[in-house]
């Protein structure tokens, strides 16, 4: 797929969720790079410079985009020769997607052991950390149980319940709204993450702050599986995380509803650190209040804008 179709798939959520649509824009810088032919390298780079703007303005939101693409670029200014740079642009896009890839499996393999035999666990949307941590604990022999949230108004809840229903996983679907009725009986929540901040709070689809906070008044612990590459350099810096909003024919369809009556739907909100219990990477399992030091260590030659 070329540029353009992958940042229209982005854009229609054909291409959903933070690791795969990091993963879709390396590949397609690294696609540009072998299918072109440049006759200098000031005209690569422009097409790189024009493709990167395309690909970002797919998600602006989505830090997860910017710092895959941020990776795949790197470097590439030092080059001098087109040959040199369209070699960078492969490999670095091969790199990213490879390394995003066995992420996922470490966080499985981490997560996995802070579920116990017999555990019942909670999870939102269609994160694929959160999912691998259960599929490897179901792997692994432990007895679990799973309540999975509908997730609207696009219900990726759906991917979710077939994936790990595929799996041999015993899980149940709820309605976004049972998840306070559920979570008596849930021992652990484990959610992904789209965005995370300097100080540790957590950028994710909306209804993800409401499970936080029904699992913080019920005291079961809440744990997020995200990749390092989901840090936010730019929140550092002051940046705020600007959450997404949709069209409203998402939530109600045409003539439902007065012309008079506002619909907000927003992708994402935020959970605080504070209601966070931990943060399962792909270097262990971390404290909200680390996540400047690994965003130093990840992210320190990255250039800020």
């Keep these: 797929m070329s540029v353009d179709d992958i940042a229209a798939a982005i854009k229609s959520m054909e291409i959903r969720g933070a690791g795969r649509i990091a993963r879709a824009a390396a590949a397609a810088i690294g696609d540009l790079a072998r299918s072109r032919e440049w006759n ?120 979710t319940v077939n994936e790990l229903a595929e799996a041999g996983v015993d899980v149940t679907l709820i309605i976004d709204g049972a998840v306070r009725s559920v979570m008596k009986y849930t021992d652990i929540v484990m959610v992904g993450a789209d965005t995370i901040t300097s100080n540790g709070a957590v950028i994710n689809k909306i209804g993800t702050s409401q499970l936080a906070l029904a699992a913080h008044e019920a005291r079961v612990p809440f744990v997020v599986c995200s990749e390092t590459y989901k840090i936010s350099p730019q929140t550092l810096f002051g940046d705020m995380v600007t959450i997404e909003e949709r069209d409203t024919s998402e939530i109600v369809r045409k003539g439902e509803i007065p012309d008079t009556v506002k619909v907000f739907n927003p992708v994402f909100d935020s959970t605080p650190a504070r209601y966070i219990d931990g943060i399962v990477t792909e270097i262990g399992i971390v404290s909200p209040g680390s996540v400047y030091e690994i965003m130093v260590k990840q992210f320190g030659d990255i250039e800020f804008k």
């Design 40 to 159: 200098d390298i000031s005209s690569l780079m422009r097409d790189v410079s024009d493709s990167k703007a395309k690909l970002i303005g797919s998600r602006p939101t989505a830090v997860s985009l910017l710092n895959g693409i941020q990776f795949t670029l790197r470097g590439l200014n030092g080059c001098t020769t087109v040959d040199d740079a369209r070699k960078l642009l492969i490999r670095n896009s091969e790199e990213f997607i490879m390394s995003s890839n066995m992420a996922v499996e470490r966080i499985g393999l981490i997560g996995s052991r802070r579920i116990k035999d017999g555990a019942v666990i909670m999870t939102h949307c269609n994160s694929s950390a959160a999912i691998a941590c259960i599929k490897e604990a179901h792997r692994s022999g432990k007895r679990i149980k799973v309540y999975a949230t509908e997730s609207r108004p696009w219900r990726q809840g759906i991917l």
